[in-house]
């Protein structure tokens, strides 16, 4: 290989000349940048008053609508419902299997090694706290309410063209497979793909957490264009539509519980509705006052309580029955996969009526919780690889919820099998083995606990939990919708947060105004209809999350490595044969050798991005190699010890 000749500039000062004449923001090539921060940004955070206001306007008059004509709302989305479902739930089955794909695609591919954060920046939270954090994110509400009744469901009436047959024993498996296809890996993908988006652009491309921080990357990247503010409300919208449905089954069984417990006899929806009303007013305190540490305590609490829920029912009910069934059921799961996921509304008007209520409203469902869920995996994710945060999100929930239904599940249908066997009525769930003959869903864990030792002492603790589940993710969703209405603010405004905690209760007051079996039909109904337009939006945020990884300054990187290995290897071959060693030296554009030939490193796309700019958007100094901005002017803030970086 030739050498340089030795009158040449310094490497150093021909570097220094290259990135002069090049003009990169701050003199620094795309490919060197560590990363951009949000935290270390200059941003003025404010109220969106076009979002809140338009938001704001249409969550009122549906409430309005629903409390002056709950029928009629009821009327006019199931109609809007049965035409998505007909027309266009191939859109909710495509989502949920594209998503699993296409993240473990970017998981094992030279993305995967991207982090969350910083060049070198280390996981904001270990291993195991980390782990845990997502272990309490698959714990709710959910889980109590359908954990004993989806499988037993499915055990009494399979979906059409099942591989068992209803009151079998491959019923058991069959029944907790459909359920863990459900609330398991493509639940968390839809997830996934939100958390793993906006922790990439605020933690490593310096922008607000924003779903349009992601989307708007495909054309001007402004988040205050009319584009981007319908983006972010239409996520609010999902959110609390989403959200409010699982506060109204929550009151729901909450109100049961204490019909069963107390003694009082059936109550309606007027129970229900006053407990969404106490427990959005403790929502708000904890929003509005200091307790919002106690509540997080409380969380932690109730995470404990629903670990040892399962415990109980695991050692107290057939623990040999749930150690046989459980991890066939886990086989059963994915061996039946491709079968289960590929029902369709094609196959006839049956499986059309059981995807509607089951498998497409669920993917619907955890569309219009994916802001929500998907905010909270990346504020905990900083520093993650991009593998480490995929293969977590998608694994460690889904486990624990897919045990959890094994056990909750199980428990029930092995009382169901037991009864029968002993024909013995009374304690039969379904007393005459249909599904047609189950009590109300809120009602089904109680059946299932009363028959068990100390039945009465743990449906009087799962009140206590289904309350606390309630205010915790009231609080938390209320938070997200807020800083969603704000710009991304992590400190938002504590009125716009209550607003928002009082939507959710409206919103859940209207779907129990439904009134009885139609309160879960309701659910359905308003979830699948509001969540449509945020599953076109996923797509694009997955879409422009590859956009944004392609010219990452490690993935830049990656590619430099790529051509300087391959073209010298190539040259040394050709020029000296078996021995030779590479060595790094300029070359001209034009060299056949030249590592960036074919990539252009002053384009907007790969420069723009770490360009930094004060509250208003002009341009300001920064230095990279400090990490800090210069000629900064001192500022109260600066005197205080408070950093003048928002």
Same mark, same amino acid.
């Given at each position: 290989m030739?050498?340089?000749?030795?009158?040449?500039?310094?490497?150093?000062?021909?570097?220094?000349?290259?990135?002069?004449?090049?003009?990169?923001?701050?003199?620094?090539?795309?490919?060197?940048?560590?990363?951009?921060?949000?935290?270390?940004?200059?941003?003025?955070?404010?109220?969106?008053?076009?979002?809140?206001? *338009?938001? @704001?306007?249409?969550?009122? $008059?549906?409430?309005? %609508? +629903? &409390?002056? #004509?709950?029928?009629?709302?009821?009327? !006019?989305?199931?109609?809007?419902?049965?035409?998505?479902?007909?027309?266009?739930?191939?859109?909710?089955?495509?989502?949920?299997?594209?998503?699993?794909?296409?993240?473990?695609?970017?998981?094992?591919?030279?993305?995967?090694?991207?982090?969350?954060?910083?060049?070198?920046?280390?996981?904001?939270?270990?291993?195991?706290?980390?782990?845990?954090?997502?272990?309490?994110?698959?714990?709710?509400?959910?889980?109590?309410?359908?954990?004993?009744?989806?499988?037993?469901?499915?055990?009494?009436?399979?979906?059409?063209?099942?591989?068992?047959?209803?009151?079998?024993?491959?019923? *058991?498996? @069959?029944?907790?497979?459909? $359920?863990?296809?459900? %609330? +398991? &890996?493509? #639940?968390?993908?839809?997830?996934?793909? !939100?958390?793993?988006?906006?922790?990439?652009?605020?933690?490593?491309?310096?922008?607000?957490?924003?779903?349009?921080?992601?989307?708007?990357?495909?054309?001007?990247?402004?988040?205050?264009?009319?584009?981007?503010?319908?983006?972010?409300?239409?996520?609010?919208?999902?959110?609390?539509?989403?959200?409010?449905?699982?506060?109204?089954?929550?009151?729901?069984?909450?109100?049961?519980?204490?019909?069963?417990v107390g003694g009082l006899g059936p109550t309606g929806n007027t129970l229900a509705l006053g407990i969404i009303g106490v427990l959005t007013i403790a929502t708000i305190a904890s929003a509005v006052s200091g307790v919002a540490k106690g509540i997080r305590w409380l969380s932690n609490i109730n995470m404990l309580m629903a670990l040892g829920l399962a415990l109980f029912f695991f050692i107290v009910g057939p623990t040999a029955f749930l150690m046989n069934m459980v991890p066939s059921a886990i086989v059963d799961y994915f061996g039946h996969m491709p079968d289960m996921l590929s029902a369709n509304m094609a196959e006839g008007p049956e499986m059309e009526a059981f995807l509607s209520s089951w498998t497409t409203f669920y993917w619907a469902w955890w569309v219009s919780w994916a802001p929500f869920v998907g905010v909270f995996t990346a504020k905990i994710s900083r520093g993650r690889t991009i593998k480490q945060f995929v293969l977590g999100v998608l694994l460690i929930p889904s486990s624990i919820i897919v045990l959890a239904f094994g056990i909750l599940g199980g428990t029930a249908i092995w009382l169901q099998r037991k009864a029968e066997a002993a024909g013995d009525t009374a304690n039969m769930i379904a007393p005459d083995g249909t599904a047609a003959s189950l009590p109300l869903p809120a009602e089904i864990f109680y059946k299932v606990v009363e028959q068990m030792p100390g039945g009465g002492i743990v449906s009087a603790l799962v009140i206590v939990m289904l309350g606390v589940f309630f205010v915790t993710t009231s609080d938390s969703a209320s938070l997200v919708n807020s800083q969603l209405a704000q710009r991304g603010n992590p400190s938002p405004n504590k009125l716009v947060t209550t607003f928002f905690a009082l939507c959710m209760a409206g919103i859940a007051v209207v779907i129990l105004l439904f009134g009885g079996q139609n309160a879960l039909a309701g659910l359905q109904n308003l979830v699948v209809v509001t969540a449509l337009p945020f599953a076109v939006i996923l797509v694009l945020m997955a879409v422009a999350l590859v956009k944004l990884l392609r010219n990452d300054p490690q993935a830049i990187r990656e590619h430099y490595q790529e051509q300087a290995i391959q073209k010298a290897v190539k040259h040394g071959v050709h020029e000296y044969g078996d021995n030779f060693a590479l060595a790094v030296e300029p070359t001209a554009a034009t060299d056949e050798r030249a590592t960036g030939s074919d990539f252009d490193s002053t384009a907007p796309e790969v420069t723009e991005w770490y360009a930094r700019t004060d509250e208003d958007g002009n341009p300001v100094e920064y230095d990279y190699e400090k990490g800090e901005y210069i000629d900064d002017e001192p500022t109260s803030d600066d005197v205080t010890g408070n950093s003048p970086i928002r």
């Open positions: 030739s050498h340089p000749d030795p009158r040449a500039a310094s490497p150093a000062s021909a570097t220094r000349t290259f990135l002069r004449e090049v003009n990169y923001p701050h003199q620094i090539h795309p490919a060197l940048v560590p990363g951009v921060s949000v935290e270390d940004q200059k941003i003025r955070y404010g109220v969106d008053k076009g979002i809140l206001g *338009v938001v @704001g306007f249409l969550i009122v $008059a549906f409430v309005a %609508w +629903g &409390l002056a #004509a709950p029928q009629q709302v009821f009327d !006019v989305s199931s109609a809007a419902l049965g035409w998505v479902m007909h027309n266009l739930g191939w859109t909710f089955n495509v989502l949920a299997i594209g998503m699993v794909l296409f993240l473990l695609v970017i998981a094992f591919s030279r993305f995967g090694k991207i982090t969350l954060g910083l060049d070198g920046e280390e996981p904001e939270y270990s291993t195991a706290s980390w782990a845990a954090m997502l272990f309490g994110a698959g714990i709710g509400i959910g889980i109590i309410f359908f954990g004993p009744y989806e499988p037993l469901t499915y055990y009494l009436s399979p979906r059409p063209g099942a591989h068992y047959d209803a009151n079998t024993a491959a019923a *058991v498996k @069959g029944a907790m497979a459909q $359920a863990a296809l459900h %609330w +398991g &890996l493509n #639940a968390w993908a839809i997830y996934a793909i !939100v958390g793993l988006a906006v922790a990439y652009v605020s933690y490593r491309r310096g922008k607000v957490p924003l779903m349009s921080s992601v989307v708007t990357s495909l054309w001007s990247g402004r988040t205050d264009s009319i584009g981007a503010r319908i983006i972010d409300a239409l996520a609010i919208i999902a959110t609390l539509f989403g959200t409010a449905a699982t506060l109204g089954i929550g009151a729901l069984q909450i109100a049961r519980g204490v019909e069963i």
